[in-house]
């Protein structure tokens, strides 16, 4: 229920993806002010059990771009300030809240170089938009600048990183490592743990595994496919069982608590929201969605955990594997032979894979405190 004697913060983010930077903030604004009320708003259907998590005050689907619908909602809100994460803003709504004197701003904000938004129709229709923005806050210097070529003014922008390095660190930091899921799953064989991976991946990741597998025959694989269906999942235990690998479902392991099957060559996790934990186990780690239209997931994850990353080709539109390859803390694969030689040097030299490790960790470190300046940013919203 709106308190209209307290300040509200309106945070819209479309997707989990931009939930996941939008939530830190959340939190620690919660936190630093616990006078502000906090609306969160999204788009995809995906994001709408996640919202639970952001632990705002009012949730809701933010309903179509038009101007009847958008003020209604800041008639229903009366905002003290709208943000947006990441880059989607919306028109009409960034137009009806600036005509109230309600500040909008912009959080981790992003723009790769080749995105569609740069385009000279999307230019068009959205640069008053972006124009119109009080602050910006972006995740480098080099996106601030992108970001400008939208409509962004140079005076709003300032870089106070991207917020899922906070959150990946801390969930890391904060693994419990004795849990009944990491007890049951821990081995002392050579451990790949693969992320989020599509039917595309999984195709060059299963050639390149049976070559590992001859390399270092002990090795197994924690593999979890980005959307666990009934169909994904057969899949992958079709491909083991014709190589000979002995395969089991997390949820048929926890039915079977002390059979032996947690030493299996193949689990897949048929569960979600396990992946982030299950990534302490790995010695290595490969992340989908390189070699699907869908682009490269999330890559700091393991890194931040100290675990070297492996990831296919379509990864120009993520900073982060960027980031990991420039300090040798990640490595890309074309195809099933190239993959299988990293994989092959990391799960059998431990000296490497550490080294490795390492740095992928630092990369994650050096980019900590982007909630902190996001919240600052917010704040002095706030203060106007």
């Known amino acids: 229920m709106r308190d ?70 800041l008639d229903a809100l009366k905002p003290t300030a709208l943000v947006f994460v990441k880059l989607d803003v919306w028109p009409v ?19 790769a170089p080749g995105s569609g938004r740069l385009g000279a129709f999307s230019k068009m229709l959205l640069h008053d938009a972006y124009a119109a923005l009080r602050s910006v806050g972006a995740i480098d210097a080099q996106h601030g600048a992108r970001l400008q070529l939208l409509g962004v003014r140079e005076s709003v922008i300032r870089v106070t990183g991207d917020t899922r390095f906070d959150q990946v660190w801390s969930r890391a930091e904060a693994v419990d490592r004795t ?23 999984d195709a060059v990741l299963g050639d390149a595994w049976i070559a590992v597998r001859r390399a270092i025959p002990g090795a197994r694989l924690i593999v979890a496919p980005h959307e666990p269906t009934d169909v994904h999942v057969q899949s992958l235990e079709a491909w083991a069982k014709t190589h000979r690998l002995r395969v089991v479902r997390l949820s048929v392991l926890q039915e079977r608590a002390g059979s032996g099957d947690g030493d299996a060559d193949v689990i897949v996790l048929d569960q979600v929201g396990l992946l982030g934990d299950v990534y302490a186990l790995a010695d290595a780690a490969f992340v989908g969605g390189g070699f699907h239209a869908a682009g490269l997931h999330s890559v700091i994850e393991p890194a931040a955990f100290g675990v070297p990353v492996a990831f296919g080709p379509r990864h120009t539109m993520s900073r982060e594997a960027g980031l990991l390859l420039a300090a040798g803390g990640g490595a ?24 490795e490790g390492q740095r992928a960790r630092e990369v994650v470190r050096a980019e900590l405190g982007a909630t902190a300046r996001s919240v600052a940013l917010v704040e002095e919203l706030l203060a106007r």
Do not use: N
């Open 179 to 201: 849990s009944p899921l990491l007890t049951l799953l821990r081995s002392k064989r050579p451990t790949l743990v693969a992320g989020s991976t599509w039917p595309a991946d």
């Open 93 to 111: 709504l960034v137009a009806r809240a600036a005509a109230r004197g309600i500040p909008v701003a912009l959080l981790s904000a992003t723009l």
């Open 332 to 355: 890309t694969a074309r195809t099933s032979r190239a993959l299988a030689e990293v994989l092959t040097q990391w799960l059998g030299d431990q000296q490497k894979r550490e080294r």
């Open 4 to 73: 209209v004697q307290r300040p509200l913060v309106w945070l819209h983010a479309p997707s989990v993806g931009e939930g996941l930077q939008a939530r830190p903030v959340a939190h620690a604004l919660r936190t630093a002010h616990p006078e502000v009320q906090l609306a969160y708003t999204f788009y995809s259907p995906s994001a709408a059990r996640f919202a639970d998590s952001v632990g705002a005050d009012i949730t809701d689907y933010l309903p179509f771009d038009g101007a009847r619908e958008c003020d209604a909602m």
